[in-house]
Every structure is written in structure tokens, then in C-alpha cells.
């Protein structure tokens, strides 16, 4: 009896992290669209040209719900591993990329600053991919639980540069407001 705590009781720990950060995780991001205006219904974003390769709009969300989700266990699983040597350096770079994810949809869809947001998303894989590899030193399968998040900042990447390319003046670009005849 040399353990201070059961197999059992260890996943239960795991599990207690997962149920309290997925769902901020998903949240935050949820509300960082919603406050950003993001979004198909966007006026000014249904101005602008798309690039072929863009996706149906649905599918962002989605595809961010699946990611954030992914992303929140791997933050349990880095949260539940007390007394790892790096875990203290995981969970800040975690935050300081979570918090430049957050800030990406007002940046773009809010302020209309698509060259910034490029920019922006560039940082935010930077500090991933570096919080990735951080995850990797504490927990193999927390750090595999961010690739598809890494492959995904790298098709917005792209998905946003073609928008810089192909709307030269969308930052200065003005949407007349809806108009409703009675």
C-alpha cells in the first residue's frame, strides 16, 4: 500500500479537470465569435472574396467546437499531472496562445484587421506549436491532442493570407447597412 493514490481515483482526477476546463474552454472561444460578430451573417465578411479552398461556414464551428474540446483535455491532462517539471511553463504558454486565439476573431471579424489577424495567427501557431512540444515533455497524448489544432491554424493561415491577397482594401471596406422596406 505504497500508493498515495489508486488507479482509479487518478482517472477520477483526470476526469474532475476535463468536466471544469472543457467547458470553459469551448465557452470562451464560443463567446470570443459571438462578441467578434463572426461568422457567414457578418455583413462586411460576406462582402469580401473567398478564397476557392474556403469551407461552408458551418463548418467552422464545428470544427472549432471538436478542437477546443480536444484542446481542453489536453489542458486536463497537463493540469493533472502534479509535480511534472514543466508544468508551470505548459499551462502559461497554453494560456498565452489560448488568449491570442481568443483575441483572433474580434481582430478580424470585429475590427476588420485582416493583415493583423494573418500576423496574429502566425503567433498564435508559434506559441502553439511551442506549447505542443512543452505538452509532449509532460504528457504524449496532450501533445497529440493539439496537432489537429497546429493543422488547423495552418489551413487558416492560408485561408487568411488568400483573403489579404484577394481584398487588398477590406480593411477600409464599408458594408451599407441592411435596409427593409415596410
Request: charged share 10%; hydrophobic share 60%.
Amino acid at each position: 500500500m505504497n500508493q498515495i493514490a489508486s488507479k482509479g481515483q487518478l482517472r477520477m482526477s483526470l476526469l474532475r479537470w476535463a468536466l471544469f476546463i472543457v467547458p470553459i474552454i469551448v465557452v470562451l472561444g464560443f463567446i470570443s465569435g459571438q462578441v467578434a460578430g463572426s461568422g457567414e451573417e457578418n455583413r462586411w465578411f460576406q462582402a469580401l472574396v473567398k478564397p476557392e479552398a474556403q469551407p461552408p461556414g458551418w463548418m467552422f464551428g464545428v470544427a472549432w467546437t471538436i478542437l477546443y474540446i480536444m484542446m481542453g483535455i489536453a489542458l486536463s491532462m497537463i493540469l493533472h499531472a502534479r509535480g511534472a517539471p514543466l508544468r508551470g511553463l505548459a499551462i502559461v504558454l497554453f494560456l498565452v496562445q489560448y488568449a491570442l486565439n481568443l483575441f483572433w476573431s474580434p481582430l478580424f471579424f470585429g475590427m476588420h484587421q485582416i493583415s493583423a489577424a494573418f500576423w496574429l495567427l502566425i503567433t498564435i501557431f508559434a506559441m502553439a506549436f511551442v506549447t505542443t512540444l512543452v505538452f509532449g515533455r509532460i504528457r504524449k497524448a496532450a501533445a497529440w491532442l493539439m496537432v489537429p489544432y497546429l493543422a488547423w491554424l495552418c489551413f487558416a493561415g492560408i485561408l487568411n493570407k488568400q483573403i489579404v491577397d484577394l481584398n487588398p482594401g477590406a480593411e477600409t471596406l464599408v458594408v451599407p447597412a441592411a435596409s427593409t422596406q415596410i
